[in-house]
Nanobody, 115 residues
Framework: QVQLVESGGGLVQPGGSLRLSCAAS????????VNWFRQAPGKDREWVASITFAGRSPNYVDSARGRFIISRDNSKNTAYLQMNSLTPEDTAVYYC????????WGQGTQVIVAS
C-alpha cells in the first residue's frame, strides 16, 4: 500500500522559512521523480518544483526560483521542499507527487504566510 505523508506546513511570517517533508512508503521511491505542487484558495493547482529520481536537475516555477530548494534523501524515502523568503503569495496547500504513471499524491500540508 502506497502512502505519502507530508509535514512541515504551518503559519509563518513574511520573510520566514519552512521545510516541507514528504515521506513515502510502499513504492520504489529511489526510482521515481518527485514534484511539489501547491493550490491557493480559489486557484488551480500549480506546479512548484521537480527533481529526478537521482536527485538531479532540480527545476522551479519562476516565482519559486532562488527562494525554494527541492531535495531528496533516498535512504530515508523522503523528499523535501525548503522554502525561504516566503511571501503571502506562497500561501497554499502544498502537495508532493511521486512518479508519473501511475502518480501518487500526498494529502497536502497547509502553508500560511501572514504577519
Amino acid at each position: 500500500q502506497v502512502q505519502l505523508v507530508e509535514s512541515g506546513g504551518g503559519l509563518v511570517q513574511p520573510g520566514g522559512s519552512l521545510r516541507l517533508s514528504c515521506a513515502a512508503s510502499g513504492l520504489s521511491f529511489s526510482s521515481l521523480g518527485v514534484n511539489w505542487f501547491r493550490q491557493a484558495p480559489g486557484k488551480d493547482r500549480e506546479w512548484v518544483a521537480s527533481i529526478t529520481f537521482a536527485g538531479r536537475s532540480p527545476n522551479y516555477v519562476d516565482s519559486a526560483r532562488g527562494r525554494f530548494i527541492i531535495s531528496r534523501d533516498n535512504s530515508k524515502n523522503t523528499a523535501y521542499l525548503q522554502m525561504n523568503s516566503l511571501t503571502p503569495e506562497d500561501t497554499a496547500v502544498y502537495y508532493c507527487k511521486i512518479g508519473y504513471a501511475p502518480a501518487y499524491w500526498g494529502q497536502g500540508t497547509q502553508v500560511i504566510v501572514a504577519s
